[in-house]
Structure formats: structure tokens, C-alpha cells
DNA sequence: ATGGTGGCCTTGCCA
């Protein structure tokens, strides 16, 4: 099973270039985030011709995430079912597709250490686990992808020296990272290239950061065992974040054997 | 050097 992640900052803006992208990589699973479309709005059809079926968790404006899948979409959950109020903004659905409990989940940016959306983006990982607690068992075959707008290791950032006390790389971000990894997920990239510098998944629109490959690894493929032991290739498509109009982010791609 | 670019429900906010 080829299943990838991509932020495409705006569905909308980045339907043909998303188009483009299946047509060549053929994925069976993508989940998408930061669609910005309400929900009705999700090009359905389009995807359907290309022979996936789809669900959106959509809000319009912000947000929205979405699970596209040639190998059936079953048991649709769209937020957290672990009895809490629900969560105000579309950023997370789960379904199970050939077999594999998966989510697309858009973690909350943080805005700045200390502010309001950094409380959100902490109590949201923390949510994130619990559902996990609540609904699945490490055993299971769970792959949980996405932008989590967390970097877990200096490794994964182009300068540590710019980030200091930004988001994305504080203690508690990436504490709230790794309660999720000890649920019993693996960061599957990670696992394949254990030293690897310098390979991000988002750069910048700004200052040419892609071009100067200053970029932050903050998109993942996290799976159980029984799945990360099946991971033979992992890859991220750089040059989805080339040419013409393309998203700040480039799709992470994992292949299950 | 607090800039730069690109998305949206666009002249402000979010990333």
C-alpha cells in the first residue's frame, strides 16, 4: 500500500497540480490537509475520475482535511471521539482504508510560545493521543499522517540558531510529539534515515528558503509495528514544491509491502 | 534586517 501526506495549502488553488501529482505517483491512500474549503465544497467528482473515493472534514475559510483512497473508505470519523466537547476547528479525520486505521490530521500552528493558539496546539496533541487511547490498541495496523507543525529534533530545522524560542521546536511541542510516538507509533521516515539532515517536507513561500533548502520536517507518516515493519520506501517529492504555484509543503510518500 | 510570499470569506489575518 502507497500511502502519502500532503499539506496543500488550499485545495482550491492546488487542485491541478494535485491532479498532476496522482496521475504520476498513483498513491492508493493521500491525505490531504489544509484544504480551505467548506464542506460541500470538496471536489468529489474530480478525485472520483481518477478512481478515489473521498471524505473531507471541511470548514471553509481555514483548515480542513480530507482522505482520499483506492482501497475503500470505511467507518468515517471526522474530530475526536473521546467524549470531549468538539474540537472548534476541522483538522483532524480518520477512516479505514485496505485494512489501516488512518487519520489526516492538521495540528494547530502555535502563532507564538506563550500565546492562546500555543495552549490550543498543545491540549490538541494531547487530544490526539488520548483518542488514540480510547479507540485503538498499538497493536492494530494505525498510521497517523499529517502536518504537525512540530520539528521533534534540532536535525529537522535548517538553522536551530533562527528558531530559538519560536514554535515548533519548544520542549513542550516536542514533548507532546513524542507522548504520541510512545502510544506506539513510529516516525517512519526517521526509521529510514536515521542521520538525515537536510531532507524537509515544508519551506517558506518567503526569502527563497526552498531554493536555499532552508526548510522544517514537520509533516509525518507515523505507523505501528506491524505496519513501520512493512515500510521498505519512504520518500518526499521535492519537486512537488517546484514550478508553477506550489504549496509550501512537498507530499511525504511511504510504501507498505 | 521583525523583512519576505501566498492563501483566504482580501485593505487584515493566517501560515
Same mark, same amino acid.
Given at each position: 500500500m502507497r500511502i502519502v501526506t500532503w499539506?496543500? =495549502? &488550499? #485545495? =482550491? @488553488? %492546488? #487542485?491541478p497540480r494535485v491532479r498532476e501529482w496522482l496521475e504520476i505517483m498513483n498513491p492508493d491512500v493521500l491525505c490531504i490537509q489544509e484544504t480551505k474549503l467548506a464542506? /460541500?465544497?470538496f471536489p468529489t467528482s474530480e478525485? &472520483? *475520475?481518477l478512481g478515489y473515493e473521498s471524505v473531507h472534514?471541511?470548514?471553509g475559510q481555514w483548515n480542513g482535511v480530507a482522505i482520499l483512497s483506492k482501497v475503500g473508505i470505511e467507518d468515517v470519523v471526522a474530530g475526536f471521539s473521546d467524549g470531549g466537547d468538539p474540537d472548534p476547528d476541522? %483538522?483532524?479525520i480518520w477512516a479505514t482504508c485496505g485494512g489501516v486505521r488512518v487519520a489526516s490530521a492538521y495540528i494547530p500552528n502555535g502563532r507564538e510560545v506563550g500565546h492562546e493558539h500555543y495552549a490550543y496546539k498543545l491540549s490538541w496533541l494531547a487530544r490526539l493521543k488520548s483518542h488514540l487511547e480510547l479507540n485503538h490498541d498499538p497493536k492494530d495496523s494505525v @498510521?497517523? !499522517?499529517g502536518d504537525f507543525n512540530v520539528a521533534p529534533e534540532d536535525k529537522d530545522v535548517w538553522d536551530p540558531k533562527a528558531f530559538k524560542g519560536a514554535t515548533h521546536v519548544s520542549k513542550p *511541542? %516536542? /514533548?507532546a510529539f513524542e507522548e504520541i510516538l510512545d502510544w506506539g507509533l513510529q516516525d517512519v521516515f526517521r526509521n529510514q534515515y536515521p542521520s *538525515? *539532515?537536510? !531532507?524537509y517536507t515544508f519551506w517558506e513561500y518567503m526569502a527563497g528558503r526552498f531554493h536555499k533548502r532552508e526548510g522544517m520536517r514537520i509533516d509525518f507518516i507515523l505507523a505501528t509495528k506491524s505496519l513501520s515493519t512493512k515500510c521498505k520506501l519512504v520518500l518526499v517529492d521535492r519537486n512537488a514544491r517546484k514550478g508553477e504555484k506550489p504549496s509550501d509543503h512537498a507530499p511525504l510518500l511511504a510504501e507498505f509491502v
Open positions: 499539506n496543500v =495549502n &488550499s #485545495l =482550491n @488553488a %492546488r #487542485l464542506e /460541500d465544497a478525485f &472520483s *475520475e472534514h471541511g470548514q476541522a %483538522r483532524i @498510521a497517523v !499522517l *511541542e %516536542r /514533548d *538525515e *539532515e537536510g !531532507l
